[in-house]
């Protein structure tokens, strides 16, 4: 996120943009009634590790899932100009980390055992690239799914 603005859940490096349209640096909150008993902002009711997230506005760029530990995701088109957004699922005691390289944006995300933790963060780009990559690194307990859109 070397060119753009990351606003997200905690620990993000330069800037992020929740999916909502504010421009606020809060987390993403879940709607009302789906938080479990935890009451974790990173606790959206419906997600899973088993399906890739669906792509919001954008077009999918990368979609995986069930996926566990580190993992070099290589995008396979040209990123152009403009959002990249990246949205994660995990679940399992640990953090995961999303780094783009060679953008140079990383974002953390806690995960838990018996929930699924989600993140969204748009990177805005402002020239494109011809390659790019999405490393994943979390240790082996925790399981997780991946989209990436423009």
């Not at 008993?37 to 959206?44: L, P, V």
């Not at 990246?86 to 838990?112: D, E, M, R, Y």
């Amino acid at each position: 996120m070397a060119t753009g603005v990351l606003l997200g859940l905690s620990g993000c490096t330069d800037v992020a943009k929740p999916r909502a349209t504010s421009a606020s640096a809060s987390p993403v909150k879940p709607a009302p009634g789906n938080a479990t008993s935890s009451g974790r902002a990173e606790h959206i009711g419906g997600e899973t590790v088993t399906r890739a997230p669906e792509p919001g506005d954008g077009t999918a760029v990368l979609q995986v899932a069930s996926q566990r530990g580190n993992v070099a995701l290589p995008l396979t088109k040209k990123v152009g100009t403009g959002r990249l957004a990246i949205h994660v699922n995990c679940q399992g005691k640990g953090t995961l980390t999303v780094s783009v390289w060679p953008i140079g944006v990383s974002f953390p995300l806690a995960c838990a055992d018996h929930e699924v933790s989600s993140t969204y963060n748009e990177i805005h780009l402002k020239r494109p690239r011809s390659e790019a990559t999405i490393h994943v690194s979390a240790s082996s307990a925790v399981h997780w799914a991946l989209t990436a859109e423009q």
